[in-house]
T-cell receptor, first 110, second 117 residues
């Protein structure tokens, strides 16, 4: 079965420190991985996707098929990075829906 | 342009009552999803509409849940005889489906927070 695991429900770091949000997945096919972010009082939105190999707001994520991981990293965290982060795996089933992890609440302390 | 909108933003109801949640997708987006976000959980897929095709209802948790999409645009999620475990945030998302080479970005609405007393 398809599954996404985010082991940390809460993560706190100080401003300027590196941050890594962990995501592991299980999927028998060729995965498409995404990170979605939800800032306070805002709607859920796409942060980045692995196929684009992009860096958004200083965040990067590398797909490691050997370790089945897609960890989100940023070398220097900022206070505005505080948000809920969801790792997502797709597609799944005929609906091509995303399978989401349970999320990690990141708090960047001043 | 306008994003995905949902109404109401909050709904408090009594156990056993029926509720209707509405979603207006982005104009031109042919595919629409409903998800449920429970406290401490990820987003749980409920149902998917794509164009005029029959909806994929594989994620609906029980027959108390149903949804329809009229005219290929607005969608309504109905929960009959609500239970306390139905309390959650219900999210709607739409995508500009059609590109089979890559998965299209899902655009989410603000959600409806349902509380069943």
């Amino acid at each position: 079965a398809q599954r996404v695991t985010q082991p940390e429900k809460l993560l706190s770091v100080f401003k300027g420190a590196p941050v890594e949000l962990k995501c592991n997945y299980s999927y028998s096919g060729s995965p498409e991985l995404f990170w979605y972010v939800q800032y306070s009082r805002q709607r859920l939105q796409l942060l980045l996707r692995h196929i684009s190999r992009e860096s958004i707001k200083g965040f990067t994520a590398d797909l490691n098929k050997g370790e089945t991981s897609f960890h989100l990293k940023k070398p220097f965290a900022q206070e505005e990075d505080s948000a809920m982060y969801y790792c997502a795996l797709g597609p799944s089933g005929s609906a091509r829906q995303l399978t989401f992890g349970s999320g990690t609440q990141l708090t960047v302390l001043p | 342009g306008a994003g995905v909108s949902q109404s109401p933003s909050n709904k408090v109801t009594e156990k056993g009552k029926d509720v209707e949640l509405r979603c207006d997708p982005i104009s031109g987006h042919t595919a629409l999803y409903w998800y449920r976000q429970s406290l401490g959980q990820g987003l749980e897929f409920l149902i998917y509409f794509q164009g005029n095709s029959a909806p994929d209802k594989s994620g609906l948790p029980s027959d108390r849940f149903s949804a329809e999409r009229t005219g290929g645009s607005v969608s309504t999620l109905t929960i009959q005889r609500t239970q306390q475990e139905d309390s959650a945030v219900y999210l709607c998302a739409s995508i500009r489906a059609g590109d089979s080479r890559a998965y299209n970005e899902q655009f989410f609405g603000p959600g409806t927070r349902l509380t069943v007393l």
